[in-house]
Each structure stands twice: as C-alpha cells, then as structure tokens.
C-alpha cells in the first residue's frame, strides 16, 4: 500500500502538475486565452474547466491505480478516502501549475520552477520514510501533511477535520491567486 501511495502522490505532484502547465503554456502559444478575453462568458469558466479535465483524470488515475494494486476488495474499502485525498491533491498541484503557466513568459522558464517545485513537493516522501533521523522540522512542510492525508487515506487512519478545512482554504487561496493572474494575462492579450 505504501508504494501505491507514493506512487499516487508523484504522478500527482509531478506529472499533474506538469501537465496543466504544459497545456496552457500551448494554448498561450496558439492565442487560445486571446480568444477566451473577446467571448461573452465568464473568465472563470475557462479555469475551471481546466480544473476539471485535470481533477477528472486524476481520479480515474487514483481509481485505477488503487483497485489493480490493492484488488478489488481492500481498494473499495479506501476508495472514498483516497478520491478525496487526490482531489485536494489535484487541486493544489494543478492551480500551482496554472498560476506558474500564467506568471512565467514561456516553458523554458517554467523547467526550472518545475523542478524546485516537484523537489519541494516530495521531500516529505524521501524524508518521513525509511529513516532513522528524527526530523521534527517535517510538519512544517505544507505537502508533509498532504502526503500523510493521502497515507492516511489508504491505510484507514482517520483524518483530523482541521486539515481537510486547512487544504480548502489553501485551494481558495491558490485559486483566487490564479484568477488574479488570469485577468491579468486577459488584460494583457486584450
């Protein structure tokens, strides 16, 4: 299970993270936000549906993943809880990808935001397991705590409701960051 879980956590973390980025920075390219600034619908409506192939995909991931690793009977009981550890998840790592998409002028800069992001992101993986130093510094990185939510989530361990109302706020946070960057961008493209 744990390897499931690790497993999870970096497509998450990296290729999702990744993925969003890579798809706006080509719609950026082929003018697809100059586009969006002229048409009579809500800005919004081009974020969230963003959001929502993104998140859509990543749990069929987690589904999939889950059910073939831990069979049918064990991946049905922590089904439910893993869905909504990947969809706090997904939601984080693909609107840290956007709004990087949208700060940064092209890909090549976004390589190396990339990197020190997917790093930052897994250092709990590499540092809360297999090792024989105590790192109490740990539960201060933000991703330590998703990580363990997401452990949490295929082990049975029940999850404190202050994280799951600390993981919303950080999501509000993160998209009203990218909604500001979006506009900003439209303004720029318009």
Sequence with gaps: ????????????????????????????????????????????????????????SDLVF??????????????????????????????IMALVGLLCALLLKDFRQFTL????????AATPVFLSANTSVKLDWIHYHPFYHVYMGLKNA???????PAYYAGAVGMIVLLFLAVRLAFHREIGKEG
């Design 62 to 91: 987690a589904v999939l993943l889950t059910l073939l690793n831990m069979g049918l009977a064990d991946g049905v009981a922590v089904l439910p809880a893993v869905l909504l550890q990947t969809a706090v998840l997904s939601l």
């Design 1 to 56: 299970m744990t390897l499931t879980c690790e497993l999870l956590f970096f497509e998450l973390a990296a290729v999702g993270f990744l993925g969003i980025a890579a798809v706006l920075f080509k719609e950026k390219g082929m003018g697809v936000i100059r586009v969006h600034a002229i048409l009579p619908l809500q800005r919004d409506l081009f974020l969230l549906s963003k959001l929502a192939v993104f998140l859509l």
């Design 154 to 160: 295929y082990f049975g361990t029940v999850i404190p």
């Design 113 to 120: 935001a990339y990197l020190v992001i997917a790093v930052f």
